[in-house]
């Protein structure tokens, strides 16, 4: 799709590029480790984040690996660690701070016409403090890892495991600060820093998305970090709050941990549908159905996710009128969250479809989501929960939501702005190719765990009854082809770097401010301040036409 | 007075203002985080006040009554002295706020001493949990739960006390004398005052919790 401008588009060329881009501007390794650029700082965490995703992904692979056969390989007590620490980095050290943290840090400012963050030290302190924590867990896994599940359960983790707990707990807790610091940046941006023109109504959907985790993230993490500060001080001193000898309340930790941690799955999950509400009108040619609703929809998950937490503990001995509240506020949470795949599915309707690698995995989003969803609605249904409720129907449920859903939007993210982050074109068959495989390997694994969960299977068991060995089979070879797909981009992306065509300054012919500037952008993102004068989102697909943020038209 | 002239605007902003615009929201959206943060240890005290109302009441009569109210009424009067300070610097008399910035911090101090003083009577009293607790007459096993929450929650509060004083310093010696808060500019300055006024709001809510609740 390459541009070719008529009259009035002399301007999506930069003609001369005055100052250097922020890739070659200061080559030295303290220009990076103490750069406040928001680019440089979203690379430093894409780093990071990727380190993590493969280290959460090999513990992922010995489960599967020992799940393969009903005695399994793996001592029952090291498979305990593996998916304890599994869970404790995937969620925090990757899907928590995924999208937000790199093409958030990246692109809301330039979506919304900044030269940077509101606090560019603070955004580099964000990136200290999640190594620090990062740096503890790996400590807490190397010394042994912690066998509590990634929930950390009172009693069982104060008094009765063994394994490091307290380090855990604290990088959980050190975490927190990171992401506290990372929202506090976005809220403060998108509230102040929005460029003339730029109204709320404006804004890029991924940015509404970003505002609405940040203010999840802001309001739920707090809690997590009195939470497991309270663990911590009662690990470490053998007395707390959560202990029943002294009348201390086991039930309380899990309140407080759901509180933050169902909320974590919106933190997951809404920077996905702003990364796919990008996505779909661009490579479908049309404006998003439904801007408003989607704006409303956002903000109406981000707040029915802080009254749905016990939804976790329908069977730990909460009341039953509790019960059939929180189970009734969970149903109301399918209304936003359908609301968005109806837009997203009329927003194809009479577009001119482009299926490109960042379409097919924002296709495979909306169809792994909607799974995903509906069997949350399952789940969320107290007779049925009971009978669900701990095992491997839960773990597909919500590996459809956070793997499914939200790495596909992580890796369309990726492809779409891989243009624009590094100036090279990836190539195009290789992805598609990466993006069908990523859908086929992971409904494989994990379609497979929820005839087994149906079937009875419970959650966090080394071993199984050697009548579940195929469906147990099946879920591991999908897993191994999952892992293909996730590896495969880490190659031609990697190779692209070097060897791949110079990106265009907007190769997919998209509307956002972040195209009309030069691939890779230059230090302080724009010369001069942008001018908003049309909403986002302006794809005409019949006159193959298109008008950016700013106003210009562009032929396809 | 003070050249506040020579402070620019960071790249990021079109001028002071916006800037100085930008760190009060700043400041503000970061309290709405610390508000929760406190507010869910108030909680767990609460969950635990309503179900164990005896014992706790027991528990907390061997709380230093006079100790948290002296401190209350430092803690409201650096408030003031904070809000004054910030007040001269915005109208450019440099040399009052100097001072007032000093009474803020000594006032600070003297909470933490005053502070450091009544951890020394809870010791000699026997009810530091786990190092040296002893369970009075009528508080059960669910008095070291209010003892826990008083440990917790007071060391919290005092670890932030020490930010803010560290903060203040680093106003009175790098910012100020450097002649980067006068008239013009001052927004540094306000964002460690209202970050101090929540410091001292934090002690509003848990005095009572504490000292006051359940003693008659």
């Avoid at chain 1, 924590?133 to 063994?162: E, R």
């Avoid at chain 1, 707090?222 to 690990?235: G, I, K, S, W, Y």
């Avoid at chain 2, 240890?41 to 969950?47: N, P």
Wanted: hydrophobic share 55%.
């Amino acid at each position: 799709m390459s541009v070719t401008t008529v009259e009035r588009a002399a301007s999506v060329e930069p003609p001369a590029r005055s100052q250097p881009s922020y890739l070659t501007s200061g080559n030295t390794i303290a220009s990076w480790l103490l750069t406040r650029d928001h680019k440089r700082i979203a690379l430093l965490f894409l780093a990071s984040i990727t380190f993590y995703f493969f280290i959460g992904g090999i513990a992922a692979t010995l489960m599967r690996l020992n799940l393969a056969t009903p005695q399994g390989l793996l001592q029952p007590a090291v498979y305990n660690r593996m998916f304890t620490m599994h869970g404790i980095i995937m969620v925090w050290f990757f899907l928590i701070p995924s999208i937000p943290t790199t093409f958030g840090n990246f692109f809301v400012p330039l979506m919304i016409g900044a030269r940077d963050l509101a606090f560019p030290r603070v955004n580099l302190a964000s990136w200290y403090v999640f190594n620090l924590s990062g740096l503890v867990v790996l400590y807490a896994l190397i010394m042994g890892g912690a066998d509590t599940g990634w929930t950390f359960y009172t009693p069982l983790s104060t008094v009765y495991a063994n394994g490091y707990v307290f380090a855990a707990a604290m990088a959980v807790f050190i975490n927190g600060f990171s992401s506290i610091m990372t929202s506090l940046n976005f809220i403060v941006t998108i509230h102040r820093m929005r460029a003339p023109g730029m109204t709320w109504m404006r804004l890029p959907l991924f940015v509404w998305a970003i505002y609405a985790v940040s203010i999840v993230m802001l309001t739920a993490t707090p809690v997590l970090a009195m939470d497991t500060f309270l663990l911590a001080v009662e690990r470490f001193i053998g007395v707390g709050l959560f202990d029943p000898n002294h009348g201390g309340d086991p039930l309380l930790w899990q309140h407080m941990f759901w509180f933050y941690s169902h909320p974590a799955v919106y933190i997951m999950i809404l920077p996905a549908m702003g990364v796919v509400s990008e996505l779909i009108p661009c490579f479908a040619r049309r404006p998003i159905f439904g801007y408003s609703g989607m704006t409303i929809a956002l903000m109406s998950l981000a707040i029915l996710s802080f009254f749905v937490w016990a939804h976790h503990m329908f069977v730990a001995g909460i009341s039953i009128y509790a019960g059939i509240v929180f189970s009734l506020m969970t149903f109301f949470v399918a209304v936003p969250s359908a609301i968005k795949v109806f837009n997203w599915t009329v927003s194809l309707h009479k577009g001119s479809i482009v299926f490109d690698a960042p379409m097919l995995y924002a296709l495979g989003f909306v169809l792994l989501f909607t799974v995903g969803g509906v069997t949350g609605l399952m789940l969320a249904t107290l007779a049925v929960d009971v009978d669900l409720h701990g095992t491997y129907f839960v773990i597909a449920h919500f590996h459809y939501i956070m793997v499914g859903a939200t790495v596909s939007a992580f890796f369309g993210a990726l492809h779409y702005w891989w243009p624009k982050i590094t100036g090279r074109l990836y190539p195009e068959m290789w992805a598609r190719f990466a993006a069908i495989l990523t859908y086929v390997g992971f409904n494989l694994t994990f379609f497979p765990q929820f005839i087994l969960g149906y079937l009875g299977m419970a959650r966090r068991s080394y071993t199984y009854p050697a009548v579940w060995q195929s469906w147990n089979l099946l879920s591991s070879a999908g897993a191994s082809i999952l892992a293909v797909a996730y590896v495969l981009p880490l190659l031609y992306l990697g190779w692209s770097l070097f060897r791949g065509l110079k990106a265009t300054a907007n190769p997919w012919g998209a509307t956002g401010l972040e195209w009309t500037i030069s691939s890779p952008p230059p230090k302080h993102n724009f010369e001069r301040t942008p001018v908003v004068v049309t909403e986002p989102y302006c794809y005409d697909p019949e006159r193959h036409t298109f008008v950016t943020q700013e106003g210009v038209l562009h032929d396809e | 007075m003070t050249n506040s002239s020579s402070v620019a605007p960071e790249i990021q902003f079109a001028n002071l203002e916006q800037q100085g615009d930008t760190a009060q929201l700043g400041i503000w959206v970061f309290l709405v985080n610390e508000t929760i943060f406190f507010g869910a240890l108030i909680f767990t005290y609460f969950v635990y006040r309503i179900s164990y109302p005896q014992e706790f009441a027991a528990a907390a009569k061997d709380a230093v009554l006079w100790c948290g109210s002296v401190n209350l009424a430092i803690l409201l009067t650096s408030s003031l002295t904070m809000v004054l300070a910030i007040n001269a610097g915005a109208q450019g008399r440099r040399q009052e706020m100097v001072t007032l910035l000093i009474v803020t911090a000594a006032l600070g101090c003297a909470f933490l001493l005053i502070k450091g003083y009544e951890y020394y009577l809870d010791f000699q009293d026997h009810v530091v949990p786990v190092v040296d607790f002893a369970t009075k007459p009528g508080e059960g096993s669910a008095g070291e739960l209010f003892w826990i929450f008083y440990w917790v929650a007071t060391g919290l509060h005092a670890i932030h006390l020490m930010i803010g004083i560290a903060l203040v310093l680093y106003m009175l010696l790098w910012r100020i004398r450097r002649g980067e808060i006068g008239s013009a500019y001052y927004a540094p300055l306000e964002v460690v005052g209202i970050y101090w006024s929540f410091v001292d709001v934090v002690w509003l809510f848990l005095y009572p919790c504490i000292y006051l609740v359940g003693r008659s």
